[in-house]
């Protein structure tokens, strides 16, 4: 079966969601393919105890803000899967789901994704695929010879799954503070990082995250001098979980060790840990294998932008998968600029007559 639409959105997580909400206002013709079998991304994958950065109101996607949730500052996984279930209803995206795409391919003046469900033709794409189904694992002496339990933050749960062990958790980042202070309580905990933790002040949050990666973006488009962004604050969000452990004296990092054996970590001064477990906080790199076929791979696995733009396919869109194509636009209330900028360029691309309002702009 052959689909033709004028825009396909590859990934119905937040940044689909935001980019069909500009494409839907601006009146466009576009179906939405997402790989999974129900609303919410990569949130329906998420650890049990995970919250955000920031309160509600400063998690929103455009349109919509999110309610608050009852008894919490920082929504869980469960309230966001709510939210964006509820905003993709509300704004009646044309989601078609589960739809894996396995390819995008040149075909003449036109782009073709070929799925594991048919085939759409389309005269512009948006790849909104994220990072959470491509983690990284860094290749560390010894990790095939280690007979304990190896996993990525994709694959963490729970505490429950590992009382009484001994854990190590690596990672200096938000995931890895906050799976380790998930565990500080009922495991035998070692905590390593590459470099010594940086936890942000305890008042700063998303909010303040945001502001930071949009003035870093402002300083380099206008040549000035690099603010340092998000970096220049910390790594680690200081939410209450996290704050709590580390007040506890339960949150210390490690440096990172050298060498796994087949039941323990080693550090180069010939100290070592056992461990039943370790858990992989060390993040992800962008999914792209998709567009493969398209040959634009850059440095890093990076795709080259002009905003969202691909440099060498200006029909491509890259939405969500880190500053590189817009300010925090990894995140629900960052996304947004980026995916109007994105559906604007579309349609003028395509020159097609817009709307400029319509049901996606209902409040």
């Not at 509300?90 to 073709?112: A, K, M, S, T, W």
């Not at 869109?317 to 360029?345: C, F, K, M, N």
């Amino acid at each position: 079966m052959t689909t033709s639409v004028d825009v396909v959105v590859i990934g119905g997580g937040q940044s689909g969601l935001a980019a069909g909400y500009h494409l839907r206002r601006l009146g466009l013709d576009f179906a939405i393919l997402d790989a999974e079998a129900g609303a919410g991304g990569a949130w329906q994958h998420a650890w049990e105890s995970l919250h955000l950065f920031s309160p509600a109101a400063y998690s929103s996607l455009p349109g919509r803000p999110m309610p608050v949730q009852a008894g919490e500052v920082y929504p869980d996984a469960s309230h966001v899967i709510g939210y964006l279930t509820a905003y993709e209803q509300r704004y009646e995206l044309p989601i078609h789901r589960p739809v894996r795409v396995q390819g995008v391919h040149r075909d003449g003046q036109l782009l073709r994704a070929e799925t594991d469900s048919g085939t759409w033709r389309t005269r512009a794409v948006i790849s909104a695929t994220g990072t959470w189904w491509r983690p990284f694992l860094p290749a560390v002496p010894g990790r095939a010879a280690f007979r304990g339990r190896q996993l990525h933050t994709v694959e963490y749960r729970s505490p429950r799954d590992f009382a009484g062990q001994r854990v190590v958790v690596v990672g200096g980042g938000n995931s890895g503070a906050q799976i380790a202070a998930d565990l500080a309580y009922t495991s035998d905990l070692t905590w390593v990082t590459q470099r010594p933790a940086r936890f942000l002040a305890d008042d700063i949050d998303g909010r303040a995250l945001f502001d930071a990666a949009t003035a870093r973006r402002r300083a380099l488009d206008a040549g000035t001098t690099d603010t340092g962004g998000v970096a220049s604050l910390g790594d680690i969000v200081a939410v209450p979980p996290v704050r709590e452990a580390r007040d506890a004296g339960l949150l210390k990092a490690s440096p990172m060790f050298t060498r796994l054996t087949t039941n323990s970590v080693e550090w180069s001064d010939g100290t070592s840990t056992a461990a039943d477990s370790v858990i992989w906080c060390t993040g992800f790199r962008p999914a792209l294998s998709h567009l493969a076929p398209l040959g634009l791979r850059g440095p890093r696995g990076h795709i080259p932008t002009t905003g969202t733009r691909a440099v060498g396919e200006p029909r491509l869109h890259l939405l969500g998968y880190g500053d590189w194509t817009g300010p925090a636009s990894a995140t629900l209330i960052g996304v947004g600029r980026p995916a109007r900028d994105a559906a604007r360029d579309i349609a003028e691309l395509l020159d097609v007559p817009t709307r400029g309002s319509g049901r996606a702009a209902r409040t």
